[in-house]
C-alpha cells in the first residue's frame, strides 16, 4: 500500500515538474519585425513545396515497402457443429424444505 502511495505521489510531483512554469503567450512575437504577413505567407509556400517535393521523393520506397510486405489473412472459419441440446440450467441453491 505504501508503494503504490509512493508511486503515485512520484507521478504526481513528475508531472508538476514538467509543466511549464510560465504561461504560454504568444504577445510581441508578431509585432513587426519578424516579417509580417507577407513572409508569413512565402513561409507557408516554401514549406508546402518542400513537404510535397518529400512525398513525391519518398512515394517509390513506400510502394516498394508495401509491396514486398507479406498479406496477412484471417484464418478460415473453423466448422464447429452446433450441439444436439443444452443442458438444464444448473440449481444453485437446494430446494427449501419446511421445519
Same mark, same amino acid.
Given at each position: 500500500?505504501? $508503494?503504490?502511495? $509512493?508511486?503515485?505521489? &512520484?507521478?504526481? /510531483? *513528475?508531472? &508538476? *515538474?514538467?509543466?511549464?512554469?510560465? @504561461?504560454?503567450?504568444?504577445?510581441?512575437?508578431?509585432?513587426?519585425?519578424?516579417?509580417? $504577413?507577407?513572409?508569413? &505567407?512565402? /513561409?507557408? /509556400? /516554401?514549406?508546402? &513545396?518542400?513537404?510535397?517535393? *518529400?512525398?513525391?521523393?519518398?512515394? @517509390?520506397?513506400?510502394?516498394?515497402? *508495401?509491396?514486398?510486405?507479406?498479406?496477412?489473412?484471417?484464418?478460415?472459419?473453423?466448422?464447429?457443429?452446433?450441439?444436439?441440446?443444452?443442458?438444464?440450467?444448473?440449481?444453485?441453491?437446494? @430446494?427449501?424444505?419446511?421445519?
Amino acid at each position: 500500500m505504501k $508503494l503504490k502511495a $509512493l508511486a503515485i505521489a &512520484l507521478t504526481i /510531483a *513528475a508531472a &508538476l *515538474a514538467a509543466a511549464p512554469i510560465a @504561461p504560454a503567450s504568444a504577445h510581441g512575437w508578431h509585432r513587426g519585425g519578424h516579417g509580417g $504577413l507577407v513572409l508569413g &505567407l512565402f /513561409a507557408g /509556400a /516554401a514549406t508546402a &513545396l518542400v513537404v510535397g517535393a *518529400a512525398t513525391i521523393a519518398a512515394a @517509390p520506397f513506400e510502394a516498394v515497402a *508495401a509491396a514486398t510486405q507479406p498479406v496477412y489473412a484471417p484464418p478460415p472459419p473453423a466448422y464447429v457443429p452446433a450441439p444436439v441440446a443444452y443442458a438444464p440450467a444448473p440449481a444453485y441453491y437446494a @430446494p427449501v424444505t419446511p421445519v
